[in-house]
């Protein structure tokens, strides 16, 4: 069963970069049919899809973010990689990893909150 | 980009009753439109993909319709643990998400 869990910092500070990492576990990031992203939800608010990957590295990212995003992948460790700079306290939220096959999500990370503040 | 108008944002429903969600377009999407199921504290959960098709393991209650701009989530005799928030999400141009629907029982 193909399981995905982001790590990293809780509390990141304004202005600074988020960092998180996704570790997929039962199933190879180096599959040809997939494609592994980041999803975010403020609390109590809606989705927002932040960007995806292939693993030969090919990236998408949602226009309104690409300026501040990064999104990589090392296959060797079976991991992607989250990085957002110059965060605000409007960047809180909930952080998923998933993977994306075709145009469905299929599967999730259980999440982990990031809190901007200083 | 492409906008999703998902209504209501919020509805309360006995058990038993049938529950319809709408989900607009900005534009023509297809039928590049999936739903998820989101209980609190949990990642989503894909239930419909493709306007119509039924993800496997998910109960036969649920449905989906349409095409172009305009498409329909309904679950045809609501029960308890169907209490969620919904949301649909188009795949036509990018990825967005509709602002969702959150069920309550009433």
């Known amino acids: 069963q193909l399981q995905l869990q982001e790590s990293g910092p809780g509390l990141v500070k304004p202005s600074e970069t988020l960092s998180l990492t996704c570790t997929v576990s039962?199933?190879?990031?180096?599959?040809?049919?997939?494609?592994w992203g980041w999803i975010r939800q403020p609390p109590g608010k809606g989705l927002e899809w932040i960007g995806s990957?292939?693993?030969?590295?090919?990236?998408y990212y949602n226009p309104s973010l690409k300026s501040r995003v990064t999104i990589s992948v090392d296959t060797s460790k079976n991991q992607f990689s989250l990085k957002l700079s110059s965060v605000t306290a409007a960047d809180t939220a909930v952080y998923y990893c998933a993977r994306r096959s075709s145009g469905l999500v299929d599967y999730w990370g259980q999440g982990t909150l990031v809190t901007v503040s200083s | 980009d492409i906008q999703m108008t998902q209504s209501p944002s919020s509805l309360s429903a006995s058990v038993g009753d049938r529950v319809t969600i709408t989900c607009q377009a900005s534009q023509d999407i297809s039928n590049y439109l999936n739903w998820y199921q989101q209980k609190p504290g949990k990642a989503p959960k894909l239930l419909i993909y493709d306007a119509s098709n039924l993800e496997t393991g998910v109960p036969s209650r649920f449905s989906g319709s349409g095409s172009g701009t305009d498409f329909t989530f309904t679950i045809s005799s609501l029960q308890p643990e169907d209490i969620a928030t919904y949301y649909c999400?188009?795949?036509?141009?990018?990825?967005?998400f509709g602002g969702g629907t959150k069920v309550e029982i009433k």
């Open positions: 990957i292939y693993y030969s590295g090919s990236t």
């Open positions: 999400q188009q795949y036509d141009n990018s990825l967005t």
């Open positions: 039962g199933g190879s990031i180096s599959s040809s049919s997939y494609y």
